[in-house]
């Protein structure tokens, strides 16, 4: 089983491209040291917007606050970038277990 976190950030006007890219590779490294996910990557998704990326085992990990590296990182991304979107995804087989766990 696994859940995805994606997170969409604009860069803001007044942001350096080059201190965006580690700020957001920053907060990726700090949330793989904590232990609590598997996998955390960003990715550019155009010239202005980062996507970070994070894999765990189960959701508690995405629905937890950061420990206090991961917050720091995460507030150093947001002087430079505004996160316009998070999105939660689960994998095919879990997704139909909850669907069946629902009695559908």
Do not use: H
Request: net charge negative.
């Amino acid at each position: 089983m696994a859940v995805v976190g994606v997170s969409y950030w604009s860069r803001r006007d007044s942001a350096d491209r080059a201190l965006l890219g580690q700020a957001a590779l920053d907060v990726c490294k700090a949330l793989k040291a904590s232990g609590a996910v598997q996998e955390a990557r960003f990715y550019w998704a155009g010239p202005d917007t980062v996507v970070v990326q994070v894999t765990a085992e189960t959701a508690e990990p995405l629905m937890q606050p950061p420990n206090a590296d991961a917050a720091r990182a995460l507030f150093a991304l947001a002087d430079m970038a505004t996160r316009d979107r998070y999105e939660q995804w689960i994998d095919s087989r879990t997704g139909l277990e909850q669907y069946t766990l629902a009695g559908r």
